[in-house]
C-alpha cells in the first residue's frame, strides 16, 4: 500500500473510531441527570430508595412530597425540622424547572408545573420511554416496582438511565 492511501486509510478509520465514541456518548448523555450530591439529602432519600435526581421533577413537586412526609407514598418518611428543610431547600434547588438544569426539562414537556405529579412514573415522557416494558417485567422478583430504576438502568445512581 501506497504511503498516501495508507495515511487515507488510517485517516478514515481514526475519524470513524472518534465518530463512533462521540455518538456513543452523546446517545448515554441523552438520559443523563445529575445525581443528588448533598450528603444529607442522599443519606435522607437514599436509605429507602434511589435518591432520585432534583432534575427529575419540578419543584413544586418537591414541595408537595416534602409537605406530606408523614404519607410518603404510605410510608412515614417523617424528618425533622432542619433536616427537612435542608433536604427541601435542595431538591427545589436543583428542580427540573428551575435555571441550569439540563435535561430536565425533557422529562416536563406537556406537564404543568403546578399540576405536575408526584411521582415520576406519571411524567408522559417516563412513559413514552417505558411504554415498551411489557406488565410482566415490572412484576419480576428483582424489579417489582417502577420506581426501582436501578433493577435496569444499572448506572442510575450515577445518574446515567440508559439502559
Known amino acids: 500500500m501506497k504511503t498516501p492511501t495508507?495515511?487515507?486509510v488510517i485517516?478514515?478509520?481514526?475519524i470513524a473510531f472518534g465518530t463512533?465514541?462521540?455518538?456513543?456518548?452523546q446517545a448515554r448523555s441523552s438520559h443523563y441527570f445529575r445525581p443528588v450530591a448533598d450528603p444529607v439529602?442522599?443519606?435522607?432519600?437514599g436509605g429507602c430508595h434511589l435518591a432520585f435526581a432534583p432534575s427529575m421533577l419540578p419543584a413544586s413537586s418537591w414541595q408537595r412530597m416534602m409537605g406530606n412526609l408523614k404519607n410518603h407514598f404510605g410510608?412515614?418518611?417523617?424528618?425533622?425540622?432542619?433536616?427537612?428543610?435542608?433536604?427541601?431547600?435542595?431538591?427545589?434547588?436543583n428542580a427540573a424547572d428551575n435555571a441550569g438544569q439540563r435535561y430536565g426539562d425533557k422529562l416536563l414537556?406537556?406537564?404543568?408545573?403546578?399540576?405536575a405529579p408526584l411521582?415520576?412514573?406519571e411524567l408522559p415522557k417516563w412513559i413514552k420511554e417505558?411504554?415498551?416494558?411489557p406488565d410482566w417485567e415490572w412484576k419480576h422478583k428483582d424489579v417489582r416496582t417502577r420506581a426501582n430504576c436501578t433493577a435496569c438502568h444499572v448506572d442510575a445512581e450515577t445518574g446515567y438511565y440508559d439502559e
Open 41 to 45: 439529602v442522599k443519606e435522607e432519600c
Open 119 to 121: 411521582r415520576i412514573t
Open 75 to 93: 410510608d412515614d418518611a417523617s424528618l425533622d425540622a432542619p433536616t427537612a428543610t435542608r433536604v427541601s431547600d435542595y431538591l427545589v434547588a
Open 20 to 25: 463512533l465514541v462521540l455518538s456513543r456518548a
Open 11 to 14: 485517516s478514515l478509520l481514526a
Open 6 to 8: 495508507r495515511l487515507l
Open 130 to 133: 417505558h411504554r415498551k416494558v
Open 109 to 115: 414537556r406537556g406537564v404543568s408545573a403546578k399540576n
